[in-house]
Nanobody, 120 residues
Framework: QVQLVESGGGLVQPGGSLRLSCAAS????????MGWFRQVPGNERGLLAS????????YYTDSVKGRFTISRDNAKNTVYLQMNSLKPDDTAVYYC?????????????WGQGTQVTVSS
């Protein structure tokens, strides 16, 4: 089992930055791909960014490309999401998730979420 705990959310003004952290316990994140998702009430949870374990390759959805950066520190068993140039539309609950880094695997470990509010 993998337990994931997000932190770093909060209230930020438009144009500001936040860094979310996702700390894993119970098992090392080696061999797990990690993803950051977000969800707004009434909408489905959507994938923002992911990072593989095997080669560190990353994926970003178009709406966050150039503004968000996903990274991982395997020694600390932690994944990060650096969010810059935040917009009110980025307001959501942000979740990190893990899956085995193999083809066709689904994200099956989830954190509890952290609220990000972008408002002046």
């Amino acid at each position: 089992q993998v337990q994931l705990v997000e932190s770093g959310g909060g209230l930020v003004q438009p144009g500001g930055s936040l860094r979310l952290s996702c700390a894993a316990s119970g098992r090392t994140l080696n061999s797990y791909a990690m993803g950051w998702f977000r969800q707004v009430p009434g909408n489905e949870r959507g994938l923002l960014a992911s990072i593989s374990w095997s080669d560190g390759s990353t994926y970003y959805t178009d709406s966050v490309k150039g503004r968000f950066t996903i990274s991982r520190d395997n020694a600390k068993n932690t994944v990060y999401l650096q969010m810059n140039s935040l917009k009110p539309d980025d307001t959501a609950v942000y979740y990190c998730a893990a899956k085995r880094d193999k083809p066709f695997m689904q994200y099956n470990y989830w954190g509890q979420g952290t609220q990000v509010t972008v408002s002046s």
